[in-house]
């Protein structure tokens, strides 16, 4: 909720992305929605008194700091915008809302919701402050204790002059309570960074333009701002709905455990599962995590609106899971984009970045707060201050559409995202090489087409590789043996298998790579011809009136695939132009990219017909082991060669035995490697000495045309 909004403050200025609502803020809230239901008979109006305090407390917060005037102008109209609205309708309920209420008891609430913001601001501030000075924890909380047994006071004092004494005691007692939870939340807060300390380049950093034209950190703010908005909004709702359909406080507490905090902890365990922390990138779980609350969403609705049952509260636990993965990603994300920025910059940021994304986070808070604070006015004026089960399609609808709407504008923007572990990998790397002193043009430049301009992910074909996966099922085996080594490139070499290798290799092979791709099948007028030549014409199964069209269809396919795995074009039979191939092969590999090749010969004149053959090894072409020689005189480094041989009758993908460039050797060092290699294949596929080897590989060398 929007009370989470100072935590997350001091969180973000302490180095992580802000949570959803911690039980500090939590309680609280329930808390002063509950006392409203006692006193007033109207739980969301206790909900929207607490709002008009924390929205303050926030703003007062931003300006006191200096953070607000240093945001980019848009920012700063739209938040003077919805400040005006919300101040407005802060008048609204304090001022004109009194007259169908008791205006004593409103003022009760409404005094009890600004005691509770005190004794929380006080208490992080008395430990900080002792932090600060080296006074011992146990002196820091006898301070906090005594200052929230004269807050205890006051509230006593409130109660007992205003209510029946069981309705007292039973507030005074909830109230002791938020006592003990902030207590319990004190220990373990992170510290916010000093102001000064950052000096005053992290207003440059809100400031000046310099950032706002790289494309990846531009995209990242946005996607940070909007999620954060959505948070404050979307758990305001969760608790909202709690409060409104519980029995008693503590039966509000317990649902709200089970539904929040016991699902956060839970997608918490499951995100360092291997799945998640290996194999998705950080966008990718934004994305799973948008989706979800997404989905979540839209099912509270559905189920809410019949009437308040265990799917709903389910829902809204699933919705907190989302949340969840959501801001773990951003906290992930936020620290790739400070290699981003000391990429950018030429130095890193430290706690001027720090508290510039703290300044961010805080401002999206404040919006979100304020977003609420509006729905929730617009629950209390127009629907009494309850949501009805009897009617919450309608008295929710201030509070779900915008989450909604939030969310949607989040998904978006998070498809924009070019960071992938890939490009955090390789910026790290050449952050390392320049901290050593060392240079890498190929890398630097391949970083700035990645994020600085304008380049998102494709997405696209990942989904296209997942819808594929069951039907060309491949077992890895022995990717194991590979072992990479830092900063130098893997060139891996596999069958053809007519279309079979190039498809499961592409969806199964378990490392990033660039393959190589024939130019027939990058030029539209000749990829269809060479396709059916060498592959549709062959296949017996396909009516022959069809076989045209069916290539003209697989040809866009493939043309699509090739440019979203960013192949590399291979110019055989134009030496001039293969001269490009091998240029951007080793600046590829100089980039930190490995090499994906098929390197058998689909001419050979052995064969019974021209194409690759459809089982076994053909003839290898050698020169494609040029591209190790070139890297090697421009890096001093020796790439190593992994051969894979995909069976399509086993269904495996099995890795071989690895050679690396011999530079001791350059003459015959192609064709040792192709010889290698190929040997390595026939012996996977169990052909050693048999009738695929027909004319052997020296042979090859006298045919090829590389």
Partial sequence: ????????????????????????????????????TAILSRPVLGGALYMIGQVTVLFSRLAMQGDYRHLPPALRRGGLLLGGLSAL??????????????????????????????????????????????????????????????????????????????????????????????????????????????????????????????????????????????????TILIYTYIGTTALGLFSSLLIAFVCALLSRWLTGLLLTRPLFRQKLAPSSTLLLGLLLWLLSLASFLLHALRQPTGFSYAALALCISG???????????????????????????????????AALSEYAALVGGMVALLGLALITLMFGGSLRPDSLSLTAQPLLLPALALVIAAIPA????????????????????????ETNLPLQKQLEDLVIKVHRRRYGIWLVIWILRPFFYSRVVGADQVKPEQDTSIIFTCNHGELWGPIVSNLFIPFSFRPWVIDEIAVPDQSSTYLYNNTIKRQRWIPERLKWPAT???TRFLKWVMRSIDSIPVYRDNPRALVNTFRETASAMEAGDNILIFPENPNDPDQEQAGYLREGIGEFFSGFAMAAQIYHQRTGKCAQFYPIYADKKQHTLTFGQMTRYDPDNPGDEKQRIANHLRQEMLRMAGLEGGGADREGTGQAAERETV
Avoid at 13 to 26: K, M, N
Avoid at 173 to 196: E, M, N, S, W
Avoid at 337 to 357: E, K, N, W
Avoid at 422 to 430: D, I, M, S
């Fill in 1 to 36: 909720m929007a009370g989470s909004a100072r935590a997350t403050g001091e969180a973000r200025q302490g180095g992580g992305l802000p949570g959803f609502a911690s039980l500090d803020h939590l309680f609280p809230y329930l808390y002063c929605m509950l006392a409203s």
């Fill in 89 to 234: 309708v802060a008048l609204g309920i304090l001022l004109v809302y009194p007259l169908a209420v008791d205006l004593h008891r409103l003022w009760l609430v409404f005094a009890l919701s600004c005691l509770l913001l005190l004794m929380s601001e006080l208490a992080g501030r008395i430990y900080r402050a002792g932090h600060r000075s080296g006074l011992v924890v146990t002196r820091r909380y006898v301070r906090i204790a005594e200052m929230m047994l004269l807050t205890c006071g006051v509230a006593a004092l409130l109660l007992f002059l205003s209510q029946p004494t069981q309705t007292a005691w039973y507030l005074l007692g909830g109230y002791a309570l938020c006592c003990v939870f902030r207590i319990l939340t004190l220990k373990g807060a992170p510290q916010p960074a000093q102001a000064g300390a950052a000096g005053h380049s992290w207003k440059q950093l809100l400031e000046g333009e310099s950032l706002a034209q790289v494309n990846a950190y531009r995209v990242f703010r946005a996607v940070m701002m909007i999620t954060i908005t959505a948070l404050q909004v979307t």
């Fill in 323 to 357: 949340v969840t993965m959501a801001a773990r990603a951003l906290d992930t994300l936020e620290k790739d984009m400070r290699d981003v920025v000391r990429f950018v910059t030429g130095a890193p940021q430290g706690r001027a970045l720090t508290r510039a994304h």
């Fill in 414 to 437: 998070a498809f924009r995202l070019p960071m992938d572990r890939r490009v955090a990998e390789k910026t790290r790397t050449f952050l390392r090489l320049q901290s050593n002193g």
């Fill in 552 to 554: 003209r269809l697989v």
